[in-house]
Nanobody, 121 residues
Framework: QVQLVESGGGLVQPGGSLRLSCAAS????????MGWYRQAPGKQRELVAS???????DYADSVKGRFTIARANAKNTVYLQMNSLKPEDTAVYYC???????????????WGQGTQVTVSS
């Protein structure tokens, strides 16, 4: 019932910037929260940033001061602005949303397919 589509990944040099976008579509009653996770080869998937519908944000210590998460609630869209990128930021980035549909009274987790971010000189 719900689809999450990410965009904006790519190859950048250290110190560069990227902006990731994720749009949710389907029979959506409400979404709260939305977030970004990442997974590098050989590592566990980790939370990068999350945001509630009210604007409360949470960031991994490794990205604080460099990444900014934002959302457009009316569009069911979440963004991740990534600045001062480092090689260790290289990973597949996944959009996540906790969604209640019109046909359910409970919330469920949904994931996008992921977008590759590579930081290399």
């Amino acid at each position: 019932q719900v689809q999450l589509v990410e965009s904006g990944g790519g190859l950048v040099q250290p110190g560069g910037s990227l902006r990731l976008s994720c749009a949710a579509s389907g029979s959506i009653f409400s979404i709260n929260p939305m977030g970004w996770y990442r997974q590098a080869p050989g590592k566990q998937r980790e939370l990068v940033a999350s945001i509630t519908s009210g604007g409360y944000t949470d960031y991994a210590d490794s990205v604080k001061g460099r990444f900014t998460i934002a959302r457009a609630n009316a569009k069911n869209t979440v963004y991740l602005q990534m600045n001062s990128l480092k090689p260790e930021d290289t990973a597949v980035y996944y959009c996540n949303a906790v969604v209640r549909t019109y046909s359910s009274v409970t919330y469920s987790n949904y994931w996008g397919q992921g977008t590759q971010v590579t930081v290399s000189s």
